[in-house]
């Protein structure tokens, strides 16, 4: 039986799953807390080769079942800027395959905070890329009911799902949410309407969504109108 050799389009298909799985991955024995993170620069130079960048991040998502791309630089910012709001405990919601996580669970450590990281499981993309020990599977609001933490980190939170119901947990006092400006396809459009926020361009610029860079944002909203700065 003569078989079909495979299409054009299918070999290209199979050298960018390749790519995208080699590119996005949890860290390795032997690494750093932040070695297999791409930096910033190279985030950068990726980028300007790209030219339909929504549907590269979306295909980039699709192949590693991660929505949220932090450049290595992101995860100092954030737990320097947990530090200067003097947050202790730290709650990871949403934390899919730890790719997040990876980095965070190491640089909290170091830094004396106390770091969770939780998620239910219901992902819409399914890839071959483990997941990280330190993500345990459960409900964002059960857990943090149960470990009272000052600032949750949530990416990309579901289409329609508000998260203002956390602050009814009292010791959380800021949320930072990674997704589309004004809500878009993540959370609930209501919180941006009615909670107190601001966006943080900083930690903005060092990271990049699943539906790409024009409309990804990291929102932080606060449990009363905020007097605190955001890192630039």
Not at 23 to 39: A, H, I, K, N, S
């Amino acid at each position: 039986m003569q078989l079909e050799r495979p299409s054009p389009k299918f070999q290209e298909q199979q050298r960018f799953l390749k790519f995208a799985r080699a590119l996005v991955r949890l860290p390795g024995p032997g690494e750093g807390p932040l070695d297999y993170l791409l930096p910033e620069a190279d985030w950068q130079e990726l980028c300007s080769r790209m030219e339909d960048r929504d549907s590269w991040f979306m295909g980039l998502s699709q192949a590693t079942g991660v929505y949220f791309f932090p450049s290595r630089e992101w995860p100092w910012r954030f737990i320097r800027y947990l530090q200067h709001l003097e947050v202790k405990r730290l709650l990871e919601a949403g934390a899919g395959r730890g790719y997040l996580t990876g980095a965070l669970a190491s640089l909290a450590a170091a830094r004396g905070l106390t770091f969770r990281a939780v998620d239910r499981g219901e992902g819409e993309f399914i890839s071959e890329l483990p997941v990280h020990p330190l993500v345990e599977g459960g409900d964002v609001f059960q857990a943090a009911g149960e470990f009272q933490p000052e600032a949750i980190i949530y990416a990309w939170p579901p289409p329609g799902q508000s998260l203002a119901g956390l602050f009814n947990t009292p010791s959380v006092r800021y949320l930072f949410v990674a997704g589309e400006r004004g809500g878009g396809v993540t959370g609930a459009r209501e919180d941006w309407e009615m909670l107190p926020h601001k966006i943080s361009s900083g930690l903005t610029r060092f990271s990049r969504g699943r539906t790409g860079t024009e409309r990804h944002c990291v929102t932080i909203f606060s449990r009363i109108v905020p007097k605190f700065q955001v890192p630039g």
